[in-house]
């Protein structure tokens, strides 16, 4: 599935704005490209492998957290956007 | 016309007479709103110039809320503005933000992002929120009677560095001007009841691919502030958004800990002075002087592991904890400094 990125966190992962993940959960597609982008994980995830409170992941446009967090089902048509807490003004 | 009537009736907040909030005002004013305040302790900086387009040069450093107040006043004088050179706080923004219909944040730091939207919340007035960073931009209106907060999208704010601000990462001088004009947007929408608000969702632009995407946002059942309405009154905004720091964020290292990080934590500073420098170094490290630290700090890597060492580690523990309270997420130091690592780790290493 595809996975989006915003601008600040390009650079961590190669330069890329969508990366491919593949994955039968949420966890599992986040899981494969902090593996290939290691920068990337500590931005996505804590160090405990959860989700944090500041960094929203949407599969298609729905919140996971209010889906199944990290364990949620994905497919492969699917798609997750990454949008953390922005504050500038 | 029934419109025009009802934005001649309105009062609206603007929190952050900056990027966002000077064409927000701007587009209002000129709309007809009929009260617009500015809230805003700051003045006018040149660098605020590029994209702070009520602004003037003549205008640095008076006082931004007096300044926009002045330029609103000559674009419309039917408009009643109300200058507010103060910084929201705890203490004042229930008193502030009291009697508007709707509060615009534009405002540029978490800390007053979570005061707007629970003072808001607590007032009952729902607040259209806009954000940026570098090419990115946020909009959303919170707080309405059945819709989502900011705390329903983000519970807690990151922790200090972990994501960056725009004096570190920049922002493109268009962008707020963008995100800014969508607030204003809103609020004659939100004002004027016309169309679908951004009320449920959260619409997310990229500039750089011109993306405009938006997601659903809902009310989290569990928020203690829009839902159980667990908080009650407002709270130490500086303290919620960073934690204070406990003994152990900085850790201590032995050499032979350290020893094992060489060459994976990509930042080891040695915060001794030149001549010390001169008799012996650990391979690696670079030379910042404890009183270079803060100018140094600016070009350092927040969110890479940073070891510190000094001569026998007293300045070190100092630096650690200056970079950890500056937002450096793993900061730790050589226990016993230059010297132990001497005893412990390389003999070849001159004591002195």
Known sequence: MRINLPS????????????????????QAIDDIARRFPALSPRLR?????????????????????????????????ELSVVPAVAGG | MDGQLRLRNARVAIVGVGGLGTPAAM??????????????????????LQRQVLFTDRDVGRPKAAAAAERLS???G??????????????????ELAGYDLII????????????NDAAVLLGVPSVHGSVLRFEGRVAVFG???????????????????VQDCQDAGVLGVMPGLIGVLQATEAIKWLCTLGDPLDQRLLVVDGLSMRFQSFAVSRDESC????????????????????????????????????SRLGIAPQVLDVREPWEWELCRIPGARLTPLAQLDDVMKTLDRRAETIVYCHRGTRSLQAARRLRAAGFAEVSHLEGGIDRWSVEQDATIRRY
Do not use: K, Q, W
Request: proline letters at 12%; glycine letters at 8%; one cysteine or more.
């Open chain 2, 78 to 95: 039917e408009v009643t503005i109300v200058p507010r050179a103060l910084r929201l706080d705890s203490a004042n923004a229930l008193a």
């Open chain 2, 224 to 259: 203690p502030m829009c839902a159980t309405r667990r908080i009650t009154s407002l709270i130490d905004y500086d303290a919620f958004c960073a934690p204070p720091m406990r003994a152990p964020d900085v850790a201590a290292m032995s050499p032979a800990e350290m020893a």
């Open chain 2, 105 to 116: 944040d534009g405002s540029d730091n978490f800390p007053t992002r979570y005061l707007v």
């Open chain 2, 144 to 162: 309405t009677t059945t819709g989502p907060c900011y705390r329903c999208l983000y519970p807690e704010p990151p922790p200090p560095g972990v």
């Open chain 2, 27 to 48: 587009y209002l004013a000129a709309g007809g709103v009929g009260t617009i305040a500015l809230i805003d302790g700051d003045r006018v900086d040149p660098s605020n």
């Open chain 1, 46 to 78: 804590d160090s405990h492998g959860a989700p944090y409170p500041f960094v929203t992941i949407y599969l298609n446009d729905e919140d996971i957290r209010f889906l199944g967090g990290f364990e949620t089902p994905v497919r492969p048509s699917d």
């Open chain 1, 8 to 27: 600040v966190l390009t650079p961590l992962a190669g330069g890329h704005h969508t990366l491919d993940a593949t994955g039968d959960t949420v966890g």
């Open chain 2, 74 to 76: 000559d674009m419309n």
